[in-house]
């Protein structure tokens, strides 16, 4: 029998606590609906988005579709989707990311042509023009192609471009100033989608031309040379041996005309021309065949390294003088003996160091070098190896050299040694004694 007292029944104090809390928690705004961000819901957005996009027609709903694409991409990033339970299944968070990426190049491809896109490819048309070396046959195309370019921008715009003079230079500037002026004349990728167009299309057949145009890489070494009079002075009389570009070689040299042997070093890639042609050159020793040989010789080539001796320019010094410690016996004598020819005593130093050589070749090469250097400094370093030196072969080669440096203190250390146990020391010494009129 009940006493009229509830166990369960709220009491005053629990009421009180119960509306303390509900009043702690903030009540959503009238209308504001809380809504989970899904794997679902993003793919449901994306599919709009695609829908959008392959209805878009204009640069305004293409930029709609990229702004609800950067949405969707602002939502993943801070949606919590659930992890793969297995490690072959598909991340949702990867998928959805990906699609982004391949509608956003979907937009990408969709926008356009713009004047910027007709300007950049003129551009790139107008360096090929200037930059290009184009055969005889190749340059009519080229005014041609751009001349029918600038024919179709000159109608586009209401304006005429057009070329200074035949020469190529002026074709390459009448379309750098057409892609200028496209580019600046302010046509809307909506509204002058046509002349945009028109001009692109115009611009890509220009560079179809170009490309279509003969050039010089488009021929044969023996083309090249062919067109370039390589083979002129060929005739039956002199059309003996094979090949005959080895004939050509022996007649340019013979003709002391370096530029066709230069021509044929630079053209051939045997080895057979390679020595055919550095031989005559180092013959000759001529100065215009310098600069392609010096840069041949910065890679050791030992030929190339006697052709710069012959020449004798000073400007391979620098280059040379990298050899000389090498360890590498052949090529030290070789770039020591080529310092000597060219007599810059810039290399005085190094070759007098070389005089300490471990091989017997090169310390006499270095001596034989300082009497063509002719430089005083070298004097004691001489007469010290030809007083102590056991090589008698070194020996003559400083008193060679002492004689040749010419000063009196340089003859009077080779006199010293007239009566030296070598004929080739006594020989060189008297000379120098005879010199000095002692």
Same mark, same amino acid.
């Given at each position: 029998?009940?006493?009229?007292?509830? /166990?369960?029944?709220?009491?005053?104090?629990?009421?009180?606590?119960?509306?303390?809390?509900?009043?702690?928690e903030?009540?959503?705004?009238?209308?504001?609906? /809380?809504?989970?961000?899904?794997?679902? *819901?993003?793919?449901?957005?994306?599919?709009?988005?695609?829908?959008?996009?392959?209805?878009?027609?204009?640069?305004?709903?293409?930029?709609?579709?990229?702004?609800?694409?950067?949405?969707v991409?602002?939502d993943?990033?801070?949606?919590?989707?659930?992890?793969?339970?297995?490690?072959d299944?598909?991340?949702?968070?990867?998928?959805?990311? *990906?699609?982004?990426?391949?509608?956003?190049?979907?937009?990408?491809?969709q926008?356009?042509?713009?004047?910027?896109?007709?300007?950049?490819?003129?551009?790139?048309?107008?360096?090929?023009v200037?930059?290009?070396?184009?055969?005889?046959?190749?340059?009519?195309?080229?005014?041609?192609?751009?001349?029918? =370019?600038?024919?179709?921008?000159?109608d586009?715009?209401?304006?005429? #471009?057009?070329?200074?003079?035949?020469?190529?230079?002026?074709?390459?500037?009448a379309l750098?100033?057409? %892609?200028?002026?496209?580019?600046?004349?302010g046509l809307?990728?909506?509204?002058?989608?046509?002349?945009?167009?028109t001009?692109?299309?115009?611009?890509?057949?220009?560079?179809?031309?170009?490309?279509?145009?003969?050039e010089?890489?488009?021929?044969?070494?023996?083309?090249?040379?062919?067109?370039?009079? #390589?083979?002129?002075?060929?005739?039956?009389?002199?059309h003996?041996? #094979?090949?005959?570009?080895?004939?050509?070689?022996?007649?340019?040299?013979?003709?002391?005309?370096?530029?066709?042997?230069?021509?044929?070093? /630079?053209? #051939?890639?045997s080895? =057979?021309?390679?020595?055919v042609?550095?031989e005559?050159?180092?013959?000759l020793g001529?100065?215009?065949? =310098?600069?392609?040989v010096?840069?041949?010789a910065?890679?050791?080539?030992?030929?190339?390294?006697?052709?710069?001796?012959?020449? %004798?320019d000073?400007r391979?010094?620098?280059?040379?003088?990298?050899?000389?410690?090498?360890?590498?016996?052949?090529?030290?004598?070789?770039?020591?003996?080529?310092?000597?020819?060219?007599?810059?005593?810039?290399?005085?130093?190094?070759?007098a160091d070389?005089?300490?050589?471990?091989?017997?070749?090169?310390r006499?090469?270095?001596?034989?070098?300082? %009497?063509?250097?002719?430089?005083?400094?070298?004097?004691?370093?001489?007469?010290?190896?030809l007083?102590?030196?056991?090589?008698?072969q070194?020996?003559?080669?400083c008193?060679?050299?002492?004689?040749?440096?010419?000063?009196?203190?340089?003859?009077?250390?080779a006199a010293?040694?007239?009566?030296?146990?070598?004929?080739?020391?006594?020989?060189?010494?008297?000379?120098?004694?005879?010199?000095?009129?002692?």
């Open positions: 029998m009940s006493n009229g007292d509830d /166990e369960n029944a709220e009491t005053p104090e629990d009421a009180a606590e119960d509306a303390s809390e509900d009043a702690a903030p009540a959503p705004e009238e209308g504001e609906m /809380e809504t989970k961000v899904t794997a679902e *819901s993003l793919e449901a957005r994306l599919d709009e988005a695609e829908a959008d996009l392959e209805e878009a027609e204009t640069e305004a709903d293409l930029d709609a579709v990229e702004s609800e694409l950067d949405a991409e602002a993943l990033e801070d949606a919590d989707l659930p992890e793969p339970e297995d490690e299944e598909e991340d949702p968070a990867e998928a959805i990311q *990906s699609r982004v990426d391949d509608l956003r190049s979907d937009v990408e491809e926008r356009g042509p713009y004047a910027d896109d007709v300007q950049e490819s003129v551009d790139d048309s107008a360096a090929t200037r930059d290009t070396r184009w055969t005889e046959n190749g340059e009519p195309d080229v005014r041609a192609a751009t001349e029918d =370019f600038l024919a179709t921008a000159s586009e715009l209401g304006r005429t #471009f057009g070329p200074e003079s035949d020469d190529l230079d002026a074709h390459a500037a750098e100033e057409a %892609g200028a002026t496209i580019a600046e004349a809307d990728a909506d509204e002058d989608a046509d002349t945009i167009a001009l692109l299309e115009a611009a890509e057949e220009l560079e179809a031309a170009l490309e279509a145009a003969e010089w890489s488009d021929l044969t070494v023996v083309q090249q040379l062919r067109k370039q009079g #390589f083979y002129d002075r060929l005739n039956p009389a002199n003996r041996d #094979f090949p005959p570009e080895r004939n050509v070689v022996r007649i340019a040299e013979h003709e002391n005309d370096p530029e066709r042997i230069v021509m044929a070093l /630079e053209k #051939f890639e080895d =057979f021309m390679e020595e042609t550095l005559a050159l180092e013959r001529a100065a215009e065949a =310098f600069d392609v010096h840069e041949r910065k890679k050791r080539g030992r030929q190339e390294i006697r052709v710069l001796g012959k020449i %004798g000073e391979a010094v620098d280059t040379l003088l990298d050899f000389v410690n090498s360890d590498n016996p052949p090529l030290q004598k070789v770039t020591i003996r080529a310092l000597g020819e060219i007599g810059s005593t810039e290399a005085t130093q190094e070759v070389a005089l300490e050589d471990d091989e017997p070749t090169v006499y090469q270095a001596a034989r070098s300082l %009497g063509l250097l002719g430089d005083t400094r070298a004097i004691d370093p001489l007469r010290d190896r007083e102590n030196a056991d090589d008698d070194l020996r003559a080669a008193a060679w050299a002492l004689v040749q440096i010419g000063t009196e203190d340089a003859l009077e250390a010293e040694h007239d009566d030296d146990r070598a004929y080739t020391v006594q020989a060189e010494a008297e000379k120098a004694r005879d010199a000095t009129g002692a």
